[in-house]
């Protein structure tokens, strides 16, 4: 069975950043895509940021330049670091795996990160 498990999230003062954690199982971690989403109150979900099986990077322009997406395919586990956080950065942040072969893709519950003073 495969499960995607976000961490790290929490509260951060502007201007802060944190380390979020995507943690998966059931699955061949080095065979999947991975990417990171936020979705805000009143929102629809956004793609922040995705790293391909071999490590190829994409940002969107909302995080570019403050984000960091990297992957460790040993521990199974692909991070988004955030950094220079703003306010309008606070929304619960998620895990998404695609696989390189095969149209199911996974999502995780999401870890909520909220950015105020």
């Known amino acids: 069975q495969v499960q995607i498990v976000e961490s790290g999230g929490g509260l951060v003062q502007p201007g802060g950043s944190l380390r979020l954690s995507c943690a998966g199982s059931?699955?061949?971690?080095?065979?999947?895509?991975m990417g990171w989403y936020r979705q805000a109150p009143g929102k629809q979900r956004e793609l922040l940021a995705t790293i391909t099986s071999d490590h190829m990077t994409n940002y969107a322009d909302s995080v570019k330049g403050r984000a960091t997406i990297s992957r460790d395919n040993a521990m199974s586990t692909a991070y988004l670091q955030m950094n220079s956080l703003k306010a309008e950065d606070t929304a619960v942040y998620f895990c998404n795996a695609v696989p390189l072969f095969g149209s199911s893709s996974y999502w995780g519950q999401g870890t909520q990160v909220t950015v105020s003073s």
């Open positions: 059931g699955l061949t971690f080095s065979m999947f895509h």
